[in-house]
């Protein structure tokens, strides 16, 4: 799954590898951004969710980060249910309580990530999802950087590809510790 090049490899970066590896973070902080974008959307389309976020003050965001929060839940819990479905042939054990288990176990996981990305937020320390986003891909460079040095070793790959890559990591990581 991992460098694909399709959605599945997309998500596996963004969960910092722990999708490819069906880690019981493999949701990442994917549920909470989903959920964050759809209620920025429905603030739009709801009297009510519009009047929380305009005129409910610090109390009615916080309703507005419950609502969030709930939302992110549900919807972990949807794409676990995808996710062990998807992956049911790879299964050792196809039982309905081990499907249970691992529906649960990963949208325990989701929920996990995005309590550490609330305290991360609180302690003042920046914005959590945006930084565990950046560490999880961050944390894929060793891996990614010994696979592309095999594939230059083994031939597979021109030394000289090697430099634009370096400029354009270089390049995003400045820009987001810029931003």
Do not use: H
Request: charged residues 10%; aromatic residues 8%.
């Amino acid at each position: 799954v991992s460098g694909a090049g399709n959605l599945l490899g997309y998500l596996d970066i963004l969960s910092g590898g722990a999708f490819a590896n069906a880690t019981i973070f493999a949701l990442s902080i994917t549920p909470y951004i989903t959920s964050s974008i759809v209620i920025q959307l429905l603030t739009v389309a709801i009297p009510a969710l519009e009047r929380l976020s305009k005129e409910g003050g610090e109390e009615g965001r916080e309703k507005l980060k419950r609502i969030t929060r709930y939302v992110g839940i549900g919807l972990a819990l949807i794409m676990s249910i995808g996710m062990v479905m998807s992956l049911r042939s790879y299964m050792i054990t196809t039982d309905l309580l081990s499907k249970i288990t691992m529906v649960l176990t990963l949208t325990a996981g989701a929920c996990i990530v995005m309590w550490m990305g609330e305290k991360i937020t609180e302690k003042g320390i920046g914005n959590g999802v945006s930084l565990i986003i950046f560490v999880g891909i961050v944390a894929r460079l060793p891996v990614t950087a010994w696979s592309f040095m095999q594939n230059i070793f083994a031939g597979e790959v021109n030394a000289w590809a090697l430099l634009p890559i370096v400029v354009i990591y270089v390049a995003i990581v400045a820009g987001v510790v810029f931003i």
